[in-house]
Every structure is written in structure tokens, then in C-alpha cells.
């Protein structure tokens, strides 16, 4: 039997630890690596799924040292995560005049193109009018387009949130909208959220169901059954919505980074 001396110095179990990083690469995409400190890791490792990218660190290695692998395999991390790009050809491109509907929403809307004093995007009940300038460039078209999703998605959000707040500790303490590699949302330790953009792409319930999930966290920080019976509690056909994320993920991911990115 140990003794209680033992006892005392037993060492703790050393636990997985996840964190997310953005990392910019050679053609100019900015991309989130999820980084993995797992005690069961020997070595630094960087692997790439229909999830997005993952870097890998034994306990000990220094985030110093993590950090020089991954800028080192930037070129292999662009090749094989352009080979995880859908291969049905659905990623959609913004061309100017040609691009004839753009993803929201679990659809297509068509798209009206002009021409006018002030880059514009904007959305009517049946439409999405862009309007363009003389000097409009690739990289402000793209800018603009991504400040009228960040938009959208605001408006989602502002719309669902309120029928959650009860029964929640607190509100989140502030929202941003990123454009993740792998995860669909993320809730830090002061309380503020982070959603993937491409969730303005996916169809509402997903999106709403992903916004609930983060939500839970305020009340369980971990997947338990507590924090499983939570989501049931508020949004009961979530089994359905991540079914459609397991299926649709890879696509939305893939088609909101190059409608941003070229």
C-alpha cells in the first residue's frame, strides 16, 4: 500500500492541451493550426484532414520550437491542405460581372453586379447587389465581401442569442467571427466567443446549433454528459446538426477560403 509520503509526491496525470494559432501563408492565406500538447507525443508532428490543420507537441517542447516547425513546413501545410479542398469542384469564385450567386445560408442567392462611386454589398429579400468602382481592386472586392458575411452572421446571432440568455451565468463577453481551420466555434476562459464565419454559409439550425453549443460552455467547460444534457435541454436536434457538419463541413470551410482568399 502506498504510504501517505507517496501519496503526497504522486505526480498528476498531464492532461491534453489545445489552443488555437493563425499562421499566414506564402500565397497570402491566413489559416488557424490547432495545437496539440499530448503527453503521449514523442516528437513535433503536423498532420492536415478534412478538419483543417494540427500541430503536435510533446509536454516538453517549447512553443518557440513549434512555432519554427510549422513557419519550416509552411509549403507542405499549403499543398496538402489544398488537397483537402472539396473535389466536386463546389468552391465557388468571385469573379467581377461573371460570378452570377454567392453561398448564404444553406443556399445560393443571385448576385447583381454594377458600377458606382463607393465599393458596396449589400442584400434584399431576393438578391445581393455589388457594387463596384473604377478602382476597385481583387483584395478590397474580397475585403468588402467578407465585412458583408461578418455582417450577416452578426445578424444571426443578434437574432437567436436573446432566447439563450436565460438560464446562462452570464452573457458572452464579447463576439468575434474568424475564419477557422477545424473548429466551428471556441468559448475563452473570460467568457468571449469565437464562431467560424463559414457558419453564415451553413444552413441557420446549424449555425444556431453551434452558437447554443458554445453557449454550454458558460455552464460546463468540457464535453461531459452534464454539458451533452445542457444542449439537449436547449436545442434537441443537435444530433442532426452535427451530422450535417460531418458531412458539409469540408465544403463550407473550403468554399468560404476561397471566396476570400482567391
Not at 77 to 100: C, F, K, M, N
Not at 173 to 193: F, H, I, T
Request: glycine share 4%.
Amino acid at each position: 500500500m502506498p504510504s501517505p509520503l507517496s501519496r503526497l509526491f504522486a505526480r498528476t496525470p498531464q492532461r491534453v492541451q489545445r489552443d488555437t494559432l493563425e499562421l499566414q501563408l506564402d500565397d497570402g492565406r491566413r489559416i488557424e493550426v490547432q495545437r496539440v500538447r499530448d503527453p503521449r507525443a514523442r516528437r513535433l508532428r503536423l498532420s492536415v484532414d478534412e478538419r483543417g490543420a494540427r500541430l503536435t507537441l510533446p509536454m516538453r517542447a517549447s512553443l518557440v520550437s513549434g512555432d519554427r516547425f510549422l513557419h519550416e513546413h509552411r509549403d507542405w501545410l499549403a499543398l496538402q491542405l489544398d488537397r483537402h479542398l472539396p473535389a466536386d469542384g463546389s468552391a465557388v469564385a468571385l469573379v467581377p460581372y461573371e460570378t452570377a450567386s454567392l453561398p448564404l445560408r444553406g443556399g445560393e442567392v443571385p448576385v447583381h453586379w454594377s458600377e458606382g462611386r463607393c465599393l458596396r454589398i449589400a442584400r434584399d429579400d431576393a438578391s445581393i447587389h455589388v457594387q463596384l468602382t473604377a478602382r476597385t481592386t481583387d483584395a478590397s472586392l474580397r475585403r468588402a465581401l467578407r465585412a458583408f458575411y461578418e455582417a450577416e452572421a452578426r445578424a444571426d446571432v443578434g437574432r437567436w442569442l436573446p432566447r439563450y440568455l436565460a438560464g446562462l451565468p452570464r452573457a458572452p463577453r464579447q463576439l468575434r467571427l474568424k475564419v477557422m481551420s477545424s473548429q466551428w466555434g471556441s468559448l475563452a476562459p473570460d467568457g468571449s466567443l469565437a464562431l467560424d464565419l463559414a457558419l453564415v454559409l451553413a444552413r441557420p439550425s446549424a449555425f444556431e446549433y453551434v452558437l447554443v453549443h458554445e453557449l454550454c460552455h458558460l455552464l460546463q467547460a468540457n464535453h461531459s454528459p452534464a454539458f451533452w444534457a445542457e444542449v439537449e435541454a436547449r436545442f434537441p436536434d443537435w444530433r442532426d446538426e452535427r451530422a450535417y457538419f460531418h458531412r458539409e463541413g469540408r465544403r463550407l470551410k473550403a468554399t468560404l477560403r476561397t471566396l476570400l482568399a482567391g
